[in-house]
Nanobody, 115 residues
Framework: QVQFVESGGGLVQAGGSLRLSCAASGITSTIFGMGWYRQAPGKQRESVGNITRAGNLNYSDSVKGRFTISRNAAKNSVFLEMNWLTPEDTAVYYC?????????WGQGTQVTVSS
């Protein structure tokens, strides 16, 4: 049974920073990649960025230069460092990990940025 523990969300003022953490247990196949998505009210879920098994990083244009993804592969953990937050970053943030066969999603953590 796959379980996720996401943490680090909260309320922050514009210009502030937050660090999200996501740890998975129970994934028995090789993890090909880890990433973060977000979903704002009334909007579709969108990719924030990801890190591949080889360590390659990809970011959406809206967060490039402000957000940083890192991981601890040995502990099936992925992190999202968010700096210079704006109200447009307000959303529920989900981590995702995938194998050759399956996608696994975290439960989500709320990030709210006040102006």
């Amino acid at each position: 049974q796959v379980q996720f523990v996401e943490s680090g969300g909260g309320l922050v003022q514009a210009g502030g920073s937050l660090r999200l953490s996501c740890a998975a247990s129970g994934i028995t196949s090789t993890i090909f990649g880890m990433g973060w998505y977000r979903q704002a009210p009334g909007k579709q879920r969108e990719s924030v960025g990801n890190i591949t098994r080889a360590g390659n990083l990809n970011y959406s244009d809206s967060v490039k230069g402000r957000f940083t993804i890192s991981r601890n592969a040995a502990k099936n953990s992925v992190f999202l460092e968010m700096n210079w937050l704006t109200p447009e970053d307000t959303a529920v943030y989900y981590c995702k990990m995938w194998t050759w066969r399956d996608d696994y999603w975290g439960q989500g953590t709320q990030v709210t940025v006040s102006s």
